[in-house]
Nanobody
């Protein structure tokens, strides 16, 4: 069983930055495709970004492209999400997700991921 845990959320003003972190244990980290998803009240869960096991391939949701950056440090079993130029519409619970995948791609759909963290709240004030 893989345990996933996020950290780094908080309350910020519009235009500021935050970095989220996610650790995964219970499986070899570099066998895992990782993703960040978010869900705002009354809305469906959506992809923020995902990254392949090696870190060589990544995808971003349209609304965060150019502002957010995903990365991973396999030696530290840690996934990161650098969020810049935050806007109130980024306010949501952010979830880290993992799935064992030995291919060089990541998945856009939340249904592909087997392991989820509890989430970390990001609130952006105008």
């Amino acid at each position: 069983q893989v345990q996933v845990a996020e950290s780094g959320g908080g309350f910020v003003q519009a235009g500021e930055s935050l970095r989220l972190s996610c650790t995964a244990s219970g499986m070899t980290f570099d066998d895992l495709t990782m993703g960040w998803f978010r869900q705002a009240p009354g809305k469906e869960r959506e992809l923020v970004s995902c990254v392949s096991r090696s870190g060589s391939n990544s995808l971003y949701g349209e609304s965060v492209e150019g502002r957010f950056s995903i990365s991973r440090d396999n030696a530290k079993s840690t996934l990161y999400l650098q969020m810049n130029s935050l806007v109130p519409e980024d306010t949501a619970m952010y979830y880290c997700a993992a799935v064992k995948n030995l291919g060089p791609w990541c998945y856009k759909s939340s249904y592909e991921y087997d392991y989820w963290g509890q989430g970390t709240q990001v609130t952006v004030s105008s």
